[in-house]
């Protein structure tokens, strides 16, 4: 009895203990997980009181100027704050990476998808937070060209027409009388149909979300949290937070999921430490456009094509139930797909940018260049931004561009016939020496056309968790993030020293176990 419970005590005890802990031991569980339970909207309100019986909204508006001027007998510190905001600047100043601080926007960016807004303000100008709007002669200090009611409309009547100026036959009065905080529509008037229609741009941000399910986003469903744009990007005085890298090259005055998740929202700590690389939108948007579909490809150069009659062509091929491609002669052969899988990039939040007096280099042209890599996580250029994995749209095609300067070129696409605009004479030389006239800028008299790339981060659209990336999506051999090299990743890659070191400690242990028995059994015999 005794040796039987020194055996009990000395082997048997410690394993059972061991074993016992091994079973119940959850390293990957955190102690105390955020709840997501006690996030806190607030109170929706809208404004608290009713402008139906302001003194100042009883006169008959003859023009939309004096509804600006009545809106900033109250608000009126709102005109200064507007005066520093980008919806109605179009231009700031910015710091790049190797080149330090730079003046950009939509005055000197170049996009590919409509290229540009100089001399094409008439129709670009709908979505500016103003009045009259021309890249050279608007007057940004005039505060009655702001547009109050673009942004605070509730009737859903308001509209803006050419030169962002309001379609005729509006009744201001009506407008003025009910407006309220930016709703999804207000937003989604010009962030949903920038580039040539809905979510033709962004692939994110669609018509859909006005009332969508929780399938299209967590967020805004209508029967769920049912959100608003605001709700995220909180703005104060004016400041709408939330950055594009193809307007923005820092990651300042950002909006973040950390805002209200915090960084360690889940009860797992293996994926809380996910965050420290992985974005939260890489994980919880698997893919994107999901009720319209998006333009991932623009081919400018197939443009002008018109019918032996001289009618404008326009046709569908239908490529997948998911995709298609188009023509037509104003545009050009244009690819549209939806239900799409992001691609995958470091990024920093820092993005350099090619602007309109820039040298081309090489037979590609990205617009845009993320700054970030792996090893920005170990040596960050920036300690509050170093890198991780997000998600992306990369928006291809192919724009004219001067081969003798080696420079892109601004072409005027809007306009009246007769007037060198493309969309109306079909006459590149007219329509590029219109563009490049009109910003003082030289062109050789030549055109070409080149390959671009721009890069328009997936932030929205947030599917339901249990549709989230699962672990085996990314740590595969032909998974999402094949494409992203220079690191380890369980799952993915292989180490030859690793797979020696396992096979050798498999022999050592087989070994170890065939010498223990070895020896005891000829102990044994010995002791016979």
């Known amino acids: 009895m005794k040796k039987f419970l020194k055996i009990f005590l000395i082997i048997l005890l410690p394993e059972i203990i061991i074993f016992t802990l091994i079973s119940v031991w959850e390293p990957d569980k955190i102690s105390q997980p955020f709840d997501n339970g006690t996030i ?54 910015d710091t790049i990476p190797g080149k330090g601080k730079v003046k950009m926007g939509k005055e000197n960016i170049i996009n590919n998808f409509c290229v540009g807004v100089a001399t094409n303000e008439e129709l670009c100008a709908k979505c500016h937070a103003g009045y009259g709007y ?16 673009m942004c605070h409309d509730k ?125 939260c939108q890489t994980c919880h948007i698997p893919k994107y456009a999901k009720a319209a ?47 799409l899988k992001p691609e995958y990039l470091w990024h920093n939040g820092y993005t350099d940018h090619h602007f309109l007096t820039d040298t081309i280099v ?23 931004h170093p890198s991780k994995i997000y998600p992306f749209k990369i928006m291809r095609g192919k724009q004219p561009y001067d081969p003798v300067n080696m420079t892109l070129v601004q072409i005027n696409t ?9 969309w109306a004479d079909f006459d590149w030389n007219k329509s590029i020496s219109n563009g490049m006239e009109y910003l003082g800028l ?12 721009s ?23 032909d998974g999402i993030l094949q494409n992203l090299t220079g690191f380890y990743l369980p799952g993915r890659d292989k180490s030859k020293a690793i797979e020696i070191a396992g096979i050798l400690f498999i022999i050592l242990s087989i070994l170890g176990v065939a010498t223990h028995a070895t020896l005891r059994i000829i102990s044994r015999k010995k002791c016979n």
Request: hydrophobic share 25%; with cysteine.
């Open 455 to 477: 890069h328009w981060p997936v932030s929205h659209m947030v599917s339901p968790v249990e549709q989230s990336v699962s672990c085996e999506e990314c740590h595969s051999n």
């Open 40 to 93: 806190c909207l607030g109170e929706k309100t809208d404004i608290p009181v009713s402008h139906a019986t302001f003194p100042e909204l009883q006169q008959e508006f003859d023009s939309v100027q004096q509804v600006t001027k009545a809106c900033l007998k109250c608000h009126n510190n709102v005109d200064d704050q507007l005066m520093l905001n980008e919806h109605w600047t179009w231009m700031k100043e």
């Open 155 to 279: 009737t859903g009547t308001y509209a803006k027409g050419a030169y962002g100026n309001p379609l005729p036959n509006l009744d201001f009065n009506y407008i003025a009388k009910n407006v309220g905080e930016p709703g999804r529509k207000n937003c989604g008037f010009c962030h949903f149909y920038g580039g040539g229609g809905n979510n033709s741009k962004h692939g994110d941000l669609e018509a859909e979300l006005v009332a969508c399910s929780r399938d299209i986003d967590v967020h805004m469903d209508k029967d769920g949290l049912n959100m608003s744009c605001v709700d995220c990007h909180k703005t104060e005085n004016h400041n709408i937070p939330g950055n594009l890298p193809m307007v923005s090259s820092s990651p300042g005055n950002t909006t973040s999921c950390t805002d209200c998740h915090t960084d360690s929202p889940h009860k797992s700590k293996l994926l809380n430490d996910h965050y420290n690389q992985v974005s």
């Open 414 to 422: 809007f306009g009246k016939k007769g007037t060198g605009a493309f």
């Open 293 to 339: 579909p998006t333009k991932v490809y623009w081919d400018w150069s197939t443009a002008g094509t018109v019918a032996a009659d001289g009618s404008i062509l326009d046709s569908i091929y239908e490529v997948t139930p998911d995709t298609s491609i188009r023509y037509d002669s104003k545009h050009g052969t244009t690819t549209y797909a939806k239900n």
């Open 362 to 384: 090489g037979d590609t042209l990205y617009l845009t260049k993320l700054f970030g890599s792996y090893e920005d996580n170990i040596h960050p250029m920036d300690p509050k």
């Open 134 to 149: 021309t890249v050279n002669t608007f007057d940004p200090n005039k505060t009655e060209n702001m547009d109050c009611l």
């Open 442 to 453: 030289p062109w050789s008299g030549e055109y070409d056309f080149i390959y671009t790339e």
